[in-house]
């Protein structure tokens, strides 16, 4: 009698466990797999089932590059991608000269810039002002540089290894599930985190313009076939 009720006081776990479990064979199912079937089941989740103190961390524009190789390099060649180049000495010439910056002074290591030509700065995984003698310091900073895919679209930590569960398993998708592993929904907002009145290139008199910015110098769309309209 007190092994049956032993085991009926474990059989809900039991249960639990079975049906959060990967709906993989144990012959295919690897690491990896269990890994990303596990991760796609809880930002599936309602988001009030989220762990809110979960955080998402910044893991640069090159991880993106997988799923999106024409989008990516479509983004390397705009301004955006090109943003912190311009903070050096010598560069963006006639723009600095238009809005009176210094041409020949140094910016790459004013935070006021980097914040809004960088990837995350200040945050969780983002861009830091390397130490020149650090090469690892330096590399990592070097994938950070300019404005990349996660200042627009969110950190990346959590939903590039979902992307990368969907292009595999090749199932549809939905924003939803996507904005619950940290993607954000592009709009306004977005934009007036750099374009504001602190920028040195924002005529106070003319505020950014949304409507007609928002599809300017950003990189080329290519459809998205597996996701759920």
């Known amino acids: 009698m007190k092994a049956r009720l032993a085991f009926l006081s474990v059989l809900p776990a039991c249960l639990l466990v079975l049906a959060l479990w990967p709906r993989t064979s144990p012959a295919s199912a690897g690491p990896e797999t269990i890994v990303s079937a596990t991760l796609s089941a809880a930002a599936t989740m309602p ?7 979960a955080t998402f961390t910044y893991v640069g524009s090159k991880k993106c590059k997988m799923c999106h190789l024409a989008v990516y390099k479509s983004w390397a060649k705009t301004k955006m991608g090109q943003a912190f180049n311009t903070l050096k000495p010598g560069n963006a010439k006639e723009s600095k000269q238009k809005f009176k910056i210094d041409v020949n002074k140094d910016f790459t290591k004013d935070e006021k810039c980097i914040k809004c030509h960088t990837v995350g700065y200040g945050k969780p995984g983002g861009y830091a002002i390397p130490d020149p003698k650090n090469k690892k310091s330096v590399r990592k900073a070097k994938k950070l540089q ?4 996660e200042d627009c679209h969110g950190p990346g930590s959590a939903y590039v290894k979902l992307h990368k569960e969907i ?8 924003d939803k599930e996507m ?4 993607m954000k929904k592009i709009d306004k907002s977005t934009c007036l985190t750099c374009h504001n009145s602190e920028s040195p290139t924002i005529n106070p008199g003319e505020p950014f313009d949304y409507e007609k910015r928002k599809d300017q110098g950003i990189h080329e769309h290519k459809p998205l076939k597996q996701r759920e309209e």
Request: glycine share 18%.
């Open 47 to 53: 988001l009030g089932l989220q762990d809110k103190k």
């Open 146 to 149: 300019g404005v990349g895919c």
């Open 167 to 174: 292009m595999q398993s090749k199932r549809k998708y939905t």
């Open 179 to 182: 904005y619950a592993a940290g």
